[in-house]
Each structure stands twice: as structure tokens, then as C-alpha cells.
């Protein structure tokens, strides 16, 4: 039986969470990113209750939440100095830093590596939810695996009632997207997953940073999540399209209206279409990225069979992060050849 706390101002009523987290149990939470569905990361069956709960293949690593940098000792082996800046410089926020895990972390946390994803997050739910359990938490995102993330616990609901203990609902997360996972234990910081924490935001901190969001061989075991599998699809067809090209996908509604399919776009622009459903994801890439998985989850619910999606024009930013999660909620599917080159660039 899966039970729904509601977080307001009170944060003692996260009190028996806290203690289902400490003594085994799957709990989900809202962070600044998206919903996480949390257990205790030093607890190997506990781990393994994600995987079920979540039907998530066992070599996609797990991202460990922690709530105060004492927790490190528990969770990673040594903390190099230029892990200490990114930390000084963006925790708590939507950073994971890959570092050399602590023996204390079941390599089930792990999908077999040495190495571990950690982060702090900024939401006060999740931080005092961490602090209360008394253990690092190892949480993938809220949603059963391959659908839209969860940023509304009403998603969750959806997804995960009656495969875990706790819901705890703590309102819409304000970035909307997972965060940036960057490796620090190779020569130079790499970029696995974009994120919520930019390219620009880490260069200026660390100097060089480089960019490799997929693995270049399917056998590998991904060090991040994000990497090897399709993630974030909604039910129907979703092709990406640039506001410019609002003629061509004029012509494509109509063609698949008349095929008697329900067609959805989330609209970033002014543009007007003819579809059966139109979701507006406001103008700047901050606030679609915030209503992205959302706006999935709604066409979901209203039936819509063919989606297209407006791309934001923005560059830098949060962008390569919306169109890493769009790309993969499409299944790289666009509209225009022309799309190709802009997001090979980014």
C-alpha cells in the first residue's frame, strides 16, 4: 500500500518517510529536477526494490543523494580538489559529480563500476527528507522506466502507486529536467548528461570541459544514467520541429488529421497551428525545459497519437540539456534534415 504525505511548510511530517527510507523501504520525493524515487544506497536490497518498482535494466547506474558533505565519507573514496570548487560552486543544485566509490556502496548502485554518481540537491523536501533518514539516498527519477520523468507528484501517483512505500508530494519541481552528470575521474571533466548546470556555468569554473552524452559501443555498462537506453518517450509518435518550418508541419498535421490520427504540438513560438491539442511551453528554454515532461505526460492523457515538438532557438545554456531529452524522447526523429546539423552541433 503506497501512502501520499503532502509537504507544506511542516517538514515533521516527512518523520515516517524518513524512517521507511532508513530501514529499507522505496520512498519517492521531489528534488529541483524531477521526482526521485529514493532508498537507502547502503542498502543492497533496498536497491534492488528500485529496479523492480521502476522495471529498470540493472546496468544503468544510480545517482546517490546526499544532504550535508559529511555524507561523502560514506558514499565516494577521496573528493579531489577540483570536485571541491564544483561542489563549493554548485551544490546544492542539479550537479552529479562522478568520483571513486566508497566500499560502503553495493555495486548494484553502481551496475558494477568503481566509480559513483553524487549529488546535493537544492529542493528543502529532499534535503530534509536526506537529513532526517540519516542515509545516503540512491535515486533514479520517479517513473517507471522509458516514460516521461515525473516533475508533478501527480505523476508519480500515476507511475508508482502500489510499487512503493511513500509518495511525498512537494509541489512541481522548478527545473524540470535531471541534472548535469559530469566524470571527474579521467584526465579532463567530461560531460555524460546535460543538465541543469551548463557547459558554460562548469568551463568557467574548471577551465576545460569536454561533451560525450552517448557511449560510442551498446556493450558498454553507461557510468551515467541517460547514456545507453531510450528515455522520457510518450505513448505517441514525436517528431521535433523548428518554429521556422511552421508551414511544413502545417502540411504534416493535415496529412495525419486525414488519416483520422489525434495530432498534439507543445508550441516555444507564436506560431498557430490546426492540431487537436496544443500545449504552450512558454518562449525561453528555461521555462520549457521546466514543462517538457509535463507537457509529454499531458498529451499522453489526452489521447494525442502524433506530437510535434517546437524546438527553443536559444543557444548555450539549458539548452543542450532539452534537446538531449527531447532527442531521446523522440527517438531522434525530426522533421527537417536542416534540424540534423544544429543538433549534431549541440
Known amino acids: 500500500m503506497t501512502k501520499v504525505i503532502q509537504v507544506e511548510r511542516d517538514l515533521s511530517v516527512l518523520d515516517e518517510a524518513a524512517k521507511c527510507l532508513a530501514g529499507g523501504g522505496l520512498v519517492a520525493f521531489p528534488t529541483e529536477t524531477v521526482y526521485g524515487l529514493g532508498a537507502s544506497a547502503l542498502n543492497e536490497a533496498a536497491v534492488a526494490g528500485i529496479f523492480v518498482a521502476k522495471g529498470r535494466p540493472q546496468d544503468n547506474p544510480l545517482i546517490v543523494h546526499i544532504s550535508d558533505k559529511k555524507m561523502l565519507d560514506q558514499v565516494v573514496s577521496s573528493v579531489p580538489p577540483a570536485a571541491e570548487k564544483l561542489m563549493d560552486a554548485f551544490w546544492p543544485g542539479p550537479l552529479t559529480i562522478i568520483l ?15 566509480t559513483v554518481g553524487v549529488r546535493m540537491p537544492s529542493h528543502p523536501v529532499a ?6 533518514s540519516g542515509v545516503p539516498v540512491a535515486a533514479p527519477s520517479a517513473n517507471l522506466s522509458g516514460c516521461p520523468s515525473t516533475t ?7 507511475d508508482l502507486t502500489g510499487r512503493v512505500d511513500y509518495i511525498v508530494d512537494g509541489g512541481a519541481c522548478s527545473v524540470g529536467l535531471e541534472s548535469t552528470v559530469l566524470d571527474m575521474t579521467g584526465e579532463v571533466p567530461q ?50 520541429v523548428e518554429p521556422r518550418y511552421a508551414e511544413s508541419l502545417a502540411e504534416k498535421l493535415a ?4 488519416q483520422g ?14 492540431a487537436d491539442f496544443v500545449i504552450d511551453c512558454g518562449k525561453t528554454a ?23 515538438a517546437e524546438l527553443p532557438q536559444d543557444e548555450g545554456g539549458i539548452v543542450p540539456a532539452l534537446m538531449n531529452r527531447m532527442l531521446k524522447a523522440s527517438g531522434g526523429q525530426v522533421l527537417e534534415e536542416n534540424l540534423t546539423t544544429r543538433i549534431e552541433r549541440l
Open 100 to 114: 571513486e566509490k566508497s566500499e560502503n556502496i553495493p555495486i548494484s548502485v553502481t551496475a558494477g563500476l568503481q
Open 127 to 132: 534535503l530534509a527528507l536526506i537529513e532526517k
Open 152 to 158: 508533478r507528484a501527480s505523476h508519480v501517483i500515476h
Open 191 to 240: 560531460i555524460l548528461r546535460p543538465g541543469g548546470v551548463s557547459l558554460e556555468e562548469l568551463q568557467a569554473v574548471l577551465g576545460e570541459v569536454t561533451y560525450e552524452p552517448a557511449l560510442k559501443d551498446s556493450r558498454e555498462v553507461p557510468k551515467s544514467p541517460g547514456m545507453k537506453y531510450r528515455h522520457y518517450a510518450p505513448k505517441g509518435e514525436l517528431y521535433l
Open 255 to 258: 496529412f495525419f488529421s486525414g
Open 261 to 274: 490520427k489525434k495530432t498534439g504540438v507543445l508550441r516555444c513560438s507564436d506560431n498557430q497551428y490546426e
Open 286 to 308: 528555461e521555462a520549457y525545459a521546466s514543462a517538457l515532461f509535463d507537457a509529454l505526460r499531458s498529451m499522453d492523457d489526452l489521447g494525442a497519437e502524433v506530437m510535434f
